[in-house]
T-cell receptor
Framework: GAVVSQHPSWVICKSGTSVKIECRSL??????MFWYRQFPKQSLMLMAT?????????EQGVEKDKFLINHASLTLSTLTVTSAHPEDSSFYIC?????????????FGPGTRLLVL | AQTVTQSQPEMSVQEAETVTLSCTYD???????LFWYKQPPSRQMILVIR??????QNATENRFSVNFQKAAKSFSLKISDSQLGDAAMYFC???????????FGPGTRLSVLP
């Protein structure tokens, strides 16, 4: 149980375009979803936290107008990278926690690799 | 603010042997949760084991067990009978009972030698 999916698994886009990443909790209701960014050989860096139906809370230094997060339902959150630039190339991971298994645990998606040319 | 430290950037273990990964954390809270996650080359984060701070008994999950020392703020992971599939990055994580966010350590890369 407690499976989280992400789509797409990888994406290549041109500089200046926008990219949307979907995160779905498949078998539980994720009252809270998290978005992370991970650089090679580094730990996860939290970008933002979102509760269903509320605006996301962004970590210091993360541009909310560039990384748009929507958590419209208990099973779906989206991250849109607007006007992407090469420095936005990274591995993005979502996770969910809520009414599944152990509520205080985060269950992670498989990640999305973004390459901006 | 809480911090999590993993002092071993890399570790290696012979197949079938036992290895212990270290994790220490800093907090002024008395109620919290601790986790070990594994990230294999696929980069999928997988929950290995979790521990509630109010429980004195160390958590175990098959070949994985922890040594939770609350007073010392230490939370080490022991992997017994290591298998090739255990090779991965291992992250220690802290979660306050009052908040939602995790604080992750920098990770330990574990290699398993055949």
């Amino acid at each position: 149980g407690a499976v989280v999916s992400q789509h797409p698994s990888w994406v290549i886009c041109k500089s200046g375009t926008s990219v949307k990443i979907e995160c779905r909790s498949l078998d539980f209701q994720a009252t809270t979803m998290f978005w992370y960014r991970q650089f090679p050989k580094q730990s996860l860096m939290l970008m933002a936290t979102s509760n269903e139906g509320s605006k996301a809370t962004y970590e210091q230094g993360v541009e909310k107008d560039k990384f748009l997060i929507n958590h419209a339902s208990l099973t779906l959150s989206t991250l849109t990278v607007t006007s992407a630039h090469p420095e936005d190339s990274s591995f993005y991971i979502c996770s969910g926690s809520g009414l599944a298994g152990v509520w205080e645990t985060q269950y992670f998606g498989p990640g999305t690799r973004l390459l901006v040319l | 603010a809480q911090t999590v430290t993993q002092s071993q950037p890399e570790m290696s273990v012979q197949e079938a042997e036992t290895v212990t990964l270290s994790c220490t954390y800093d907090t002024s809270e008395s109620d919290y949760y601790l986790f070990w996650y594994k990230q294999p080359p696929s980069r999928q984060m997988i929950l290995v084991i979790r521990q509630e701070a109010y429980k004195q008994q160390n958590a175990t999950e098959n070949r994985f067990s922890v040594n939770f020392q609350k007073a010392a703020k230490s939370f080490s992971l022991k992997i017994s009978d290591s298998q090739l599939g255990d090779a991965a990055m291992y992250f220690c994580a802290y979660r306050s009972a009052l908040g939602q966010n995790f604080v992750f350590g920098p990770g330990t890369r574990l290699s398993v030698l055949p």
